[in-house]
């Protein structure tokens, strides 16, 4: 089991939405805690390559498990629009 912890957030400052963590790195077939909370703004979490796909309403912590069942690098993005494109993605390294 690998666990991460992220928040989710829209930043005023710079006028764009973040996810805390840029980047996980797991082995395959490890199972695979995300724990995400937002705590600014509409957001959701999604790894397409694994179809985790979670709304996460505001101030409430999102507990996302899946098994990293293939190795390579996955994008993990929030498809709320435009907030991918503005820089709220992360990368999601599965190693052999
Ligand atoms: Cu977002």
Partial sequence: MKEFV??????????RPFFSLSEMVVKKGDLVRVK??????????VIDEFDVK?????????VI?????????????CSKPGHRAAGQ???LKVVE
């Avoid at 992220?6 to 006028?15: A, G, H």
């Avoid at 498990?65 to 993005?77: H, L, N, Q």
């Fill in 54 to 62: 979670r709304e996460t309403p505001l101030s409430e912590e999102q």
């Fill in 36 to 45: 995400v909370t937002n705590t600014f703004g509409m957001h959701d979490f």
């Fill in 6 to 15: 992220m928040q989710s957030y829209y930043s005023p400052e710079q006028k």
């Fill in 65 to 77: 498990e899946f098994t990293a069942s293939k190795a390579g690098e996955f994008v993990y993005y």
């Fill in 89 to 91: 993605w992360g990368t």
